[in-house]
């Protein structure tokens, strides 16, 4: 049997050059399962695809929310050719019934408990509708495909940990994969980080201290022992500051962590509140982020804009917290992913004509009580936000912000993140313009 497992092209400027995880975890998978498939990977991000080009007796894509338009329409073109189609992800497990009018079958959940009888059912055309992953533990998690995957790629994601006991009204990680935390084992972790990634990496963990400031340690003072690499994730404002943690950003430091990408998500205390993003935060989020720029540690605060409560004046509160901080701040716009609290409380006031292709967090995507904010005036806040915070003399005042135990190479691999940034930004925001 022919396999092809398909990443769909992201419709907006600036992806980051990193080979889409799912291929090369799912690809693994399926011939762990099956080693008599042929198998074939490929990144609709690199290359245009059509699917005349598809010489496969199955194709699988997985979808977000940004990427489904692009899905359906080309799962609903391969099935006409007679072509079966698997959708799964977050998307397709977020509204399932939705996915399953333009495929033959629907994985929602996790595939490892559930992918070898897709195939099974695909071989003797028997698919059924829905496959329900369950969750597992993530000690049998095959070593990812590393290097099948061909396109002009700079580095490779890891994940060491899946699910987040955190309760972000805007957030489908935890609706995905579960609110306990479950750890691959560190020396699994450890093997993969050694022969598959090249010199820098991403950590594609929700938060890379997870849960157990320890196991952290742990896993980190394994990876120092190994060749040097550079790295960079996601992380909470709450483990920095708990009792074990200067010790958790030392060992993160030693294993190569130069920048962590935080959810500061608003500056006002009932926004917190509102979106339930409080708990992660700590006692005292300010300290956590000196304690982090300390060790020599880069920061970068997301931040969500253009709410239904929001103004034009939490604009310039980022800026101004970019300042204020040292930091690197990077702005979306507010998007109620299906799944998520947020959705829910927002789907009155959605707007009907925008498809899920504008669910990206550069798109306002519902309407706001406050006539001067429109879907324009938001959106062109937000591009002159955000070029502003890339803005040459404050990427340039921003590595001197960086302290000397950072040097040489957190400030080095800071400038190379926000640089292509910067660009694909202005190029999105030209776009834009054109269509207003």
Not at 8 to 36: C, H, K, N, W
Not at 131 to 151: C, E, F, K, Q, S
Not at 242 to 263: I, K, M, P, Q
Request: proline content about 6%; aromatic content about 10%.
């Amino acid at each position: 049997m022919k396999v092809c497992l398909i990443s769909p092209p992201f419709p907006f400027s600036g992806r980051v050059p990193m080979v889409p995880p799912i291929l090369e975890y799912l690809g693994a998978l399926t011939l762990q399962t099956r080693p008599d498939i042929e198998l074939q990977l490929i990144d609709a991000n690199v290359r245009v695809l059509q699917p005349e080009g598809i010489n496969a007796d199955l194709v699988g894509i997985s979808c977000m929310t940004a990427t489904v338009t692009w899905a359906y329409r080309f799962a609903d073109r391969l099935r006409a050719m007679g072509v079966k189609v698997v959708l799964g992800g977050i998307h397709p497990t977020a509204l399932p019934e939705e996915a399953a009018a333009h495929a033959d079958a629907v994985v929602t959940g996790e595939a490892e408990s559930i992918w070898a009888d897709v195939l099974k059912d695909a071989q003797r055309n028997a698919l059924r509708k829905f496959y329900h992953g369950a969750r597992l533990g993530l000690a049998d998690i095959p070593m990812p495909l590393a290097g099948h995957v061909t396109g002009p790629y700079k580095f490779r994601a890891v994940f060491t940990a899946r699910g987040c006991p955190y309760r972000c009204s805007f957030c489908s990680v935890r609706k995905f994969f579960g609110d306990s935390i479950r750890y691959r084992p560190i020396d699994q972790v450890v093997k993969e980080v050694e022969t598959c990634c090249g010199r820098v990496y991403f950590n594609g963990d929700d938060n890379i201290w997870g849960g157990d400031s320890q196991r952290s340690i742990e896993l980190f003072s394994e990876l120092a022992r190994g060749s040097k690499k550079y790295w960079y994730g996601f992380g909470d404002l709450k483990a920095p500051q708990g009792r074990e943690g200067e010790r958790l950003l030392a060992t993160a430091r030693a294993a190569g962590l130069f920048s962590v990408w935080a959810g500061w998500e608003t500056s006002s205390p009932d926004g917190l509140r509102r979106y339930q993003a409080a708990a992660k935060q700590g006692a005292n989020r300010e300290d956590a982020i000196k304690r982090l720029k300390h060790h020599g540690i880069d920061v970068v605060l997301f931040m969500v804009l253009g709410g239904r409560q929001d103004s034009l004046a939490d604009f310039e509160r980022a800026l101004e917290t970019a300042a204020r901080l040292g930091v690197g701040v990077h702005p979306v716009l507010l998007t109620p992913l299906p799944g998520t609290e947020l959705y829910d409380e927002y789907r009155p006031y959605l707007l009907k004509e925008r498809g899920w292709e504008y669910y990206t967090g550069v798109h306002a995507v519902f309407e706001h009580p406050d006539p001067a904010m429109t879907p324009a005036v938001r959106e062109r806040k937000f591009y002159e936000t955000s070029l502003e915070l890339l803005s040459l003399p404050r990427i340039l005042r921003h590595l001197f912000e960086i302290p000397l135990a950072g040097l040489p190479m957190t400030h080095l691999l800071s400038l190379m993140k926000q640089l292509p940034v910067r660009r694909a930004m202005q190029k999105a925001y030209a776009q834009w313009q054109s269509c207003h």
